[in-house]
């Protein structure tokens, strides 16, 4: 699994095999989260997020799954596709700032990636 | 077509050179960041513009400066840069005043730096 701030893990599956991407987060403050997939030559793209008031938030073959009490975060695909491979990041809404305006706002904190790679 | 557009995609530069990463989000949203990426670490953030007024500079060193004439244009302007400022620079946007918003991010530019 990933751990914001640690190595690159990798996971290898199957085409039309179900995928779980986990991340370990730090700050218990935290009350946003998001996933994004990195492919190749591209920008990180948003794929779900999910408010710490919910353990768990479904999208199109995605679902985002989130554990307060042992601040872990994953992400299941299912029915994996080869265009699913790609770096999968989390990042987490740790910091609140205010600006001039009295407004506050979070700060992300990436995770550093997990490489999916999906056989055919 | 990710509503933030980055050019150049690549950019090759020498320490001595200055050059200009620019970035435009058809997103109507009123804060952008710029972002580097490096090999096995994590996202940094370098700088975020709201309605224009940096907001944060994160311990950028000054060879980076960034310029946001309006809420849609961001640039990155570069000089006497290193080779370790070799990586891909992200640009990304979002609605700023909603603490919880996703980021948006372009495709970022290569920058290689010889």
């Known amino acids: 699994g990933e751990s914001v701030g640690l190595h690159l893990p990798t996971l290898s599956v199957q085409e039309g095999d179900n995928s779980i991407i986990n991340c370990a987060y730090s700050n218990s403050a935290s009350d946003y989260f998001i996933w994004y997939k990195q492919e190749s030559g591209k920008g990180p793209q948003f794929i779900i997020d999910i408010r710490s008031n919910m353990d768990k938030r479904q999208g199109q073959r995605v679902t985002v799954l989130l554990n307060k009490t042992v601040k872990h975060l994953s992400l299941q695909i299912a029915a994996t596709q080869p265009g699913d491979s790609a770096v999968y990041f989390c990042?987490?809404?740790?910091?609140?700032?205010?600006?001039?305006?009295?407004?506050?706002?979070?700060?992300?904190?990436f995770g550093q990636g997990t490489i999916l790679t999906v056989h055919p | 077509e990710t509503g933030v557009t980055q050019t150049p995609r690549h950019l090759v530069m020498g320490m001595t050179n200055k050059k200009s990463l620019k970035c435009e989000q058809h997103?109507?949203?009123?804060?952008m960041y710029w972002y580097k990426q490096s090999a096995k670490k994590p996202l940094e953030l370098m700088f975020v513009?709201?309605?224009?007024?940096?907001?944060e500079n994160n311990s950028v060193p000054s060879r980076f400066s960034p310029e946001c004439p309006n809420s849609s244009h961001l640039f990155l302007h570069l000089h006497t840069l290193q080779p370790e400022d070799s990586a891909l620079y992200l640009c990304?946007?979002?609605?700023?005043?909603?603490?919880?918003?996703?980021?948006?991010f372009g495709n970022g530019t290569r920058l290689t730096v010889t």
């Open positions: 990042a987490e809404n740790s910091k609140r700032v205010a600006n001039a305006g009295g407004t506050s706002y979070g700060k992300l904190t």
């Open positions: 990304a946007s979002s609605q700023f005043q909603g603490p919880n918003s996703p980021l948006h």
């Open positions: 513009y709201n309605f224009k007024e940096q907001t």
């Open positions: 997103l109507g949203h009123n804060a």
